[in-house]
């Protein structure tokens, strides 16, 4: 009779550790800056549309497929800011104050 119980304990071990595997921890992935770009889109006084990008930044998110929700957190260093227009470049640094805010890092949650 231990013999079967025992049997019956093994086969049903897996079923019982579903719903702890369930309640894993979410997938944490970091942003690989090498395929993955932070780009922008501005309108120039309603005559045509400024795109960018920033060259350098790091960030990392998770997702929790269980719950359906996730957190995205994003670095970005504003003196990277890249529009093909050194000229326009040098004016947007002194504009936005990279010197005072080197970096902006937007910390985000999101859910399904």
């Not at 079967?4 to 304990?9: D, E, F, N, S, T």
């Not at 395929?35 to 006084?45: E, G, M, N």
């Not at 790091?58 to 003196?79: E, N, P």
């Not at 947007?92 to 005072?100: D, G, I, L, V």
């Given at each position: ?66 719950a359906k929700k ?43």
């Amino acid at each position: 009779m231990s013999k079967v119980l025992a049997a019956i304990a093994l086969a049903a071990a897996p079923f019982a550790a579903a719903p702890f595997a369930a309640a894993a921890a979410a997938d944490n992935y970091t942003i690989d800056p090498t395929h993955a770009s932070v780009l922008f889109a501005i309108d120039h006084q309603g005559l045509s549309t400024v795109h960018g990008r920033f060259d350098k930044f790091a960030g990392k998110f998770s997702i929790d497929r269980t719950a359906k929700k996730g957190d995205v957190d994003l670095t970005i260093d504003t003196a990277s800011v890249n529009t093909n227009d050194n000229e326009r470049e040098a004016g947007s640094a002194r504009a936005t104050s990279t010197c005072a805010r080197p970096t902006s890092s937007t910390p985000r949650n999101f859910r399904r």
